[in-house]
Every structure is written in C-alpha cells, then in structure tokens.
C-alpha cells in the first residue's frame, strides 16, 4: 500500500501524474479536432472490467476533442445464440455463411443486444453514444460478397454461396458527422440493407475499414486478442506498410482471421486513413497506451 501520508512520496506520485499529462500534450495538439475509428472486437468485450476501460479511452477521446466513431462485432455473441436456437453455423475465409435465419439472430444480437450494452457502458463512462447499423441514415448499402474456390482434383473454379454475407458498397457518413457534431459517439453494428432490401451480415473489421476510408480517419484501430502482427518467432512487428504485408503473406506468417484485417487496414491507408493499428484488447486501456504515449504498443500499418 503506498504511504498516503509520506509528503515526498505523494509529491513524487503526482509528479509522475503531471509527467503522463505532459507526455500526451503534442498528440493532443496534433489530433484535436480529428477522427478515430475504432473496431472493438466479440472476443474483447467479454469482460466486463475490460469494457468499461475501454469505454472509458473513447469518453476521454471525445473529452479532448478528438472524434472517436466505433465499429463492434460480436462473432462470439453471435455463435452463442445460434448454439442456444439449435442452428449450425460454419465460416469460409473467417465469413460466416449467412442464411435468412443467422441474419435475423446476426441483426438482433449485433444491432440490439450488443450495440445497446456498449452504448450503456459508454453512458457509465459519462459520454453520449448513440447506437445505429449500416441501415440507420442511409450509412452504408450492402452487396452480396462474390466468393470463388478452385477445386483440387478438377482445377475447377466454383462459386461459393455464402448467403447474405454482404461488404460496403456505399457509405454516406452524413449521420457520423451529425451525431459526432453533436457531441455523441456513433457506435455502429456491422448490418446494412442491400439494394434487393435484403439485410446482409458484414465482418465487422470490413465495416470498420470502409468507415475509417470514408471518413478520412486519421486512425483506424482494430481491438484484438492478440499483441498485434507477431512474426515467425512470435515477436510484435511494430510497423509495417502493404508491401510487407503482401510478403508475410506470401511465406505464411500472417493467416486465419489476421488477414482479412489486414487487408482492411491496407484498404483503409490506400483510402486516404493515415494511419492503421491492430491492437490487444485483452490489455487494459490499450488504446489510450498505443495513443497517447511515445513507447506506442501493437502494430502500426502506413501506407
Ligand atoms: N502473424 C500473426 N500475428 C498475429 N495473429 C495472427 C497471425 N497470423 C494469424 N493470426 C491469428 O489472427 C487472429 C486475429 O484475427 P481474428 O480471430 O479474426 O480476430 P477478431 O475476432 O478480434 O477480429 C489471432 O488470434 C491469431 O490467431
Ligand atoms: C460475415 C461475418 O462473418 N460477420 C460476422 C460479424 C461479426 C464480427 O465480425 O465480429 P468479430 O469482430 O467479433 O469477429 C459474424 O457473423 O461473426
């Protein structure tokens, strides 16, 4: 226990206060004013401890006049309720194959019961969080995702039918720059309505990459359960751009789930975002960490 009444010990506390302060004043000047995305993953959000952290980092962005706009998934959540409904689910290229019924339970755990709980623990952290999908304000329209795989013993290629798999085909941030000119924080489920009418299930870091690309977002960062883009030795690459991208992927380092997100993050640089961070959620504050001090964490993606 720290001696409370020790007055060179308190004296030395609060200079290490006044020092973090002092150390996030240039970020501070640099950012105010501008726009972060931010991707909260299903697999970061199962704890309550770590949620509320993370509704406090983007409060306090918002607090320093920084315009911080966040994308959730909840694949997780998702599988949960379609084990309790008795319904199969299976993934091709980290895409759940979506039928009529995985996109009802889809838009009901993501649009309702998740969105609705982060913008309650938003509101615990004293910010105003308004909760809309793809659908609300004409955000985004979705097309159906076209997939394609070669057969081995034929060389065949087939068509995959992946259902109401959608991706952004159109994205009018209209109600983003309302809400956030408003003082409220968008928190945004990754549903949206197709040109048929249809409701299409979009992977939640594909959502989050259009966002961020649309917007002009100065940062993109993706929540996930991992210290960010590790190499062959499990060590953090702390920086990367497309290129070295394209040769991890090459030799197999990066495979599964990292790299639809990377291409995300790639999609989002190219787009004009300057910049992409894939960041652990499993780290308290993580996002305030990476942000507002220059030692930085996860893995930071430039064009
Ligand atoms: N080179 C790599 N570095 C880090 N993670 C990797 C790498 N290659 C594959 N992965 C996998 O990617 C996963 C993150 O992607 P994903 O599971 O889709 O995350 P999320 O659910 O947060 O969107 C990690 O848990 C890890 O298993
Ligand atoms: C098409 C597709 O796969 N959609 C995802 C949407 C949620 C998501 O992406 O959530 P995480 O970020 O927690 O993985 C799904 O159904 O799981």
């Not at 249809?198 to 210290?227: C, E, K, P, W």
């Not at 787009?271 to 993580?286: F, M, T």
Request: aromatic share 4%.
């Amino acid at each position: 226990m720290p001696n409370t009444t020790d007055p060179d010990a308190e004296r030395t506390r609060n200079l290490a206060k006044a020092e973090t302060l002092i150390e996030a004043l240039p970020y501070l000047q640099r950012y105010a004013g501008k726009t972060f995305v931010v991707k909260y993953g299903g697999h970061a959000m199962g704890d309550p401890e770590l949620a509320r952290d993370f509704a406090e980092d983007v409060v306090l962005l918002k607090a320093v006049g920084i315009n911080p706009v966040v994308v959730h998934g909840g694949g997780p959540q998702i599988g949960a309720m379609l084990k309790k409904l008795g319904v199969e689910s299976r993934f091709v290229d980290g895409l759940r194959v979506t039928d009529k019924e995985t996109a009802e339970v889809a838009e009901m755990v993501l649009s309702g019961a998740i969105n609705k709980e982060l913008v309650g623990w938003i509101a615990g952290a004293g910010g105003k969080a308004i909760g809309i999908s793809g659908k609300d304000g004409g955000l985004v329209t979705a097309s159906k995702v076209q997939r394609t795989t070669r057969d081995p013993d034929s060389n065949i290629e087939q068509v995959v039918d992946l259902g109401f798999v959608g991706e952004p085909e159109t994205v009018d941030i209209t109600i983003i720059e309302t809400a956030c000119a408003a003082g409220m924080i968008p928190v945004i489920a990754p549903i949206a309505a197709g040109s048929d009418g249809a409701t299409y299930n979009i992977n939640a870091d594909t959502m989050a990459g259009a966002i961020a690309a649309a917007l002009g977002a100065s940062r993109l960062f993706l929540l996930t359960d991992v210290a960010g883009v590790l190499d062959k030795d499990k060590q953090l690459l702390t920086d990367l751009n497309p290129a070295d991208i394209a040769a991890l992927q090459a030799d197999g380092t990066i495979s599964g789930g990292m790299i639809p997100k990377l291409e995300t993050c790639i999609h989002a640089v190219e787009a004009g975002c300057e910049a992409a961070v894939v960041l652990d959620g499993r780290v308290p504050h993580a996002m305030l960490l990476e942000f507002f001090t220059s030692r930085g964490a996860g893995t930071l993606i430039r064009a």
